[in-house]
């Protein structure tokens, strides 16, 4: 056997033990899954707990199935989705805009530092009630509540990396004699990208924090709205055909995000 | 004419705690086409002194003149290159190597090409849509040089560009760079704790004390050393004895 055929072997080996483990590992978490809903289903129709509170996987789907046919899930799925995509992108910019002005005006961060700590330490959805009075009950409060909750955060993240830049970067464009701007685009955004897309991540998660809250408080439509007239109701059915739609759709909304990480950053 | 002139220049770092003198009374011409080096103890100023000569900061006290005029309108004459490479990981090897021609504004199809003819005659050959990290710490190190000279500038100013690097590689990029910058009759000023080094590559030696930064001597490296690339000169017979005047020099100046 020669050298090559050898090397050959000793890959398809690697190769080979990857691809199990792969295998198993997919396998385990099919596992999980089908015994989470078959205990749950079981636990149900023999009342180990109770039906009314913890419903079961076949009432839900039946409720989801019912609620396709009146059109009224996809029409209740679309306004948070909606209003969450919106709240993320608004809170995230304006985040990644307050964080260039406190980079771009030293003195405007040194100066403003105590009330973001402030800011950041308050639990913003405490602002609902006062967004909804000011901006009505409507599609608008909600998404302001979508992105209030992670604009501080955001900030805070972003200027922290954007001064953490290793400064040699900075000497080498300034012995090229360049501006306060070129510094921004050529080096500060490009090495904070890593960052920014581990803040949108987080950041998927707290815009459905906040437009949950917002729909719960403006009580008219969305999933935020399904749970609070499942619970007024006590139809715990639809609180958790609302919550099981919520997990789905925050975790493809995560997905995408890190198809986003990947198409970004290419290298470094 | 000299090309850079070094006047009466002092300055002090000011910290919440003091201010505290870094270089005192600092004076020293270079002709063009010199290679200078800097060798001294750390914390003897030579970095500041390289940061002013870049324009990067105003010294408290004292001029820099390039060919008589005062830096900061001259500052696209001077190129700066750093222990590390510092090439932008997000850029391709063209991207970066061209950066400086983009900044100062004289990016075109011509400069763009000899560039590209620079990075190949040092010996980087299709790499110029990798990116750094699929590199070599050497090649990396070739492309920063690259970047450095593509906007053409009259000083090079070299903050121990080698110390990062493998002692082999260390010494055939200070061949190499000595080779690049003879044949475009650069100026040079290099900044380095390896004694051999600053012998292997200078003209002239300049010797500083520490804390505030004096120049306490300059010596001249004979001409047989001068005519040999750094490789030869370290084999040189003349390498030796030079090694040792300045080692004993260094000495006295950490035990004064």
Redesign the interface.
Known sequence: MNKHEWLQRIYDQYMAYEKREKRIVRFFQAIIVITFFSLWEIASRFQWIDPLLFSSPSSIWHLFITKIRDHTLLSHTTVTLTETILGFIVGTMIGVCFATILWWFPRVSKIVDPYLVILNAMPKVALGPILIVALGPNMTSIVAMGAIISIIITTIVVYTSFKEVDANYIKVLQTFGATKQQWFTEVILPASFPTIISTLKVNVGLSWVGVIVGEFLVSKQGLGYMIIYGFQVFNFTLVLLSLLMIALLSSIMYQLVGWLEKKLIKRA | MPILTIDQVMHAYVTNQSAVLALDHLSLNVERGEFLSFLGPSGCGKTTLLSIV?G?ITPTKGRVLIEGKEIHTM??T???M?Q?D?L???KTIEQNVT??LK??GKYSEKTKRQTLALLHQIGLRDVDDR???ELSGGMRQRAALV?TLA?DPKILLLDEPFSALDYQTKLKLEDLVWETLKQYRKTALLVTHDIGEAIAMSDRIVLFTARPGKIQKIVTVPDSLRACTPFQARQHPDFSPLFQMIWKELESIEQT
């Open positions: 870049a990067l500052r696209q001077i190129g700066y750093l590390h510092y932008f990981p997000w950066l400086g900044l100062t990116y750094p990290n970047r906007t």
